[in-house]
């Protein structure tokens, strides 16, 4: 079954709008997660790795006023997208870090349409 | 910084045809090594992975990868393909230790012809 749980699947709206994308681990607590981002027909870029109680790790070149993470509960992450604009529509995905060497668990993803 | 490099950008195959992606990657540590599969309209999901033991590892689906460490690469293998193994494949590494996040190939797009 699904280990991550990621809302919603899918978002359009206006320019200018902030958007909120959940993420929940749903089998054990996550003290650590991680926001992709995938623009089409490319890889999955790392934006930030959320960390639960503190602030965000962000990528170089990610804006962190412009994408506001919390990480508030071991089950919940948020990514904001403030302000969004077209150049931000892109599918965002999600995942709860393993240890040892365990694979990532992804979620569905979120595909962003920004009009 | 670790990277991830995947030669075959869009590869078609006939069915029955045997599958060789590439993938080689840059860090001077000791990494994990994985591939992941995205079917069209779905999420990714995992096909096998590597850390530590037989450098060969078999997945889900028939796939499987070598682990070469002298050639730091991991090419992902099928010896008879079949039109639903069509999908975007990316290989992934992250460093041993921690909970770390995984850097992608850029990825490689499959198309099997019936």
């Known amino acids: 079954g699904a280990v991550v749980s990621q809302h919603p699947s899918r978002v359009i709206c206006k320019s200018g709008t902030s958007v909120k994308i959940e993420c929940r681990s749903l089998?054990?607590?996550?003290?650590?997660m991680f926001w992709y981002r995938q623009f089409p027909k490319q890889s999955l870029m790392l934006m930030a790795t959320?960390?639960?109680?503190?602030?965000?790790?962000?990528e170089q070149g990610v804006e962190k006023d412009k994408f506001l993470i919390n990480h508030a509960s071991l089950t919940l992450s948020t990514l904001t997208v403030t302000s969004a604009h077209p150049e931000d529509s892109s599918f965002y995905i999600c995942?709860?870090?393993?240890?040892?060497?365990?694979?990532?668990?992804f979620g569905d993803g979120t595909r962003l349409s920004i009009l | 910084a670790q990277s991830v490099s995947q030669h075959n950008h869009h590869v078609i195959l006939s069915e029955a045809a045997s599958l060789e992606l590439g993938c080689n990657y840059s860090?001077?540590?000791?990494?994990?090594l994985f591939w992941y599969v995205q079917y069209p309209g779905q999420h990714l999901q995992l096909l096998l992975k590597?850390?530590?033991?037989?450098?060969l590892v078999k997945g889900i689906k028939g796939f499987e990868a070598e682990f070469i460490k002298s050639k730091f690469s991991f090419n992902l293998r099928k010896p008879s393909v079949q039109w639903s193994d069509t999908a975007e494949y990316f290989c992934?590494?992250?460093?041993?230790?921690?909970?770390?996040?995984?850097?992608f190939g850029s990825g490689t797009r499959l198309q099997v012809q019936p």
């Open positions: 992934a590494v992250n460093p041993q230790g921690g909970r770390r996040a995984l850097t």
């Open positions: 089998d054990f607590q996550a003290t650590t």
């Open positions: 590597y850390f530590s033991g037989d450098p």
């Open positions: 995942s709860i870090g393993g240890t040892g060497g365990q694979p990532q668990h």
């Open positions: 959320s960390n639960e109680g503190s602030k965000a790790t962000y």
């Open positions: 860090y001077g540590g000791t990494v994990n």
